[in-house]
């Protein structure tokens, strides 16, 4: 009498996006603040960033940080990370429970999901990052693991909005070189720049599967940190993993 095998037990991409609410830091950086390079309280910081980790269910060394600095640098982990990884901007894995984190406080957090070849993506995309090709430069690492584009689900996460992000012309002229959808007028009638327009453009055209915005303007709402409106201030963050 034979038997078969059972079949592994399927692993699905989560993602989640945290906000100011019910962390330990201190105004400005009320409450829970996750980024630990802003001047924050550094065991503020460790006590928020070990409750993400409680909240999500995974140990606190699963979490996986980036020491971003607005490049196209893209890193493949496939184990836990001590520490940050230095000067990165993406982070690609296919290893189930290692949690992929972006930090954002107007930028848009770019988070990749493929369920079909078990490949996830965390994205860090501002003006250098989008103009640099941040984007497709994580696309790229994600193929090199088996994923393709057609599998992928692309979420863009709360960020500045474009009646809000007003940029000199130069500066606009530049990131629409790249995403042309990006330049638009501000509510004030000044250029602008749509960063989430931009990139559903650019997605698009890499036949990316499905693009879901989440329509949230990081300097209009108080539940988010905004570099813009208030200068120093907190980082909410893009999650993603295999769970």
Same mark, same amino acid.
């Given at each position: 009498?034979?038997?078969?095998?059972a079949a592994p037990q399927a692993v699905r991409p989560r993602r989640v996006v945290t906000d100011r609410r019910g962390g330990r830091s201190r105004s400005p950086y009320d409450s829970?603040?996750?980024?630990?390079?802003?001047?924050?309280?550094p065991a503020d910081v460790a006590a928020n960033r070990v409750r993400l980790a409680r909240e999500l269910g995974v140990d606190a060394d699963r979490l996986v940080w980036m020491t971003q600095v607005h490049g196209a640098g893209v890193a493949v982990v496939d184990?836990?990370?001590?520490? +940050?990884?230095?000067?990165?901007?993406?982070?690609?894995?296919?290893? +189930?429970?290692?949690?992929?984190?972006?930090?954002?406080?107007?930028?848009?957090?770019?988070?990749?999901?493929?369920?079909?070849?078990?490949?996830?993506?965390a994205v860090h995309a501002g003006r250098e990052g989008v103009r640099q090709g941040v984007v497709p430069a994580a696309l790229a690492a994600m193929a090199r693991l088996g994923s393709r584009p057609t599998d992928v689900a692309?979420?863009?996460?709360?960020?500045?909005?474009?009646?809000?992000?007003?940029?000199?012309r130069a500066l606009q002229a530049e990131v629409a070189r790249v995403a042309?959808?990006?330049?638009?007028?501000?509510?004030?009638?000044? +250029?602008?720049?749509?960063?989430?327009?931009?990139?559903?453009?650019?997605?698009?055209?890499?036949?990316?599967?499905?693009?879901?915005?989440?329509?949230?303007?990081?300097?209009?709402?108080?539940?988010?940190?905004?570099?813009?409106?208030?200068?120093?201030?907190?980082?909410?963050?893009?999650?993603?993993?295999?769970?």
């Open positions: 009498m034979s038997s078969t095998p829970f603040n996750l980024g630990d390079h802003v001047g924050d309280d184990g836990p990370v001590a520490g +940050p990884l230095p000067d990165t901007d993406a982070v690609v894995t296919r290893t +189930p429970g290692l949690v992929l984190c972006v930090l954002v406080a107007d930028c848009v957090p770019v988070l990749f999901a493929d369920p079909v070849g078990g490949v996830v993506a692309a979420l863009l996460g709360p960020a500045v909005c474009g009646a809000c992000y007003e940029v000199p042309p959808a990006a330049a638009v007028r501000t509510r004030k009638g000044t +250029p602008g720049l749509d960063l989430r327009a931009g990139l559903a453009e650019l997605l698009r055209g890499a036949g990316v599967g499905q693009v879901v915005h989440d329509p949230r303007c990081t300097a209009e709402d108080r539940l988010l940190f905004s570099h813009r409106r208030d200068r120093v201030t907190g980082r909410q963050a893009g999650v993603v993993w295999l769970g």
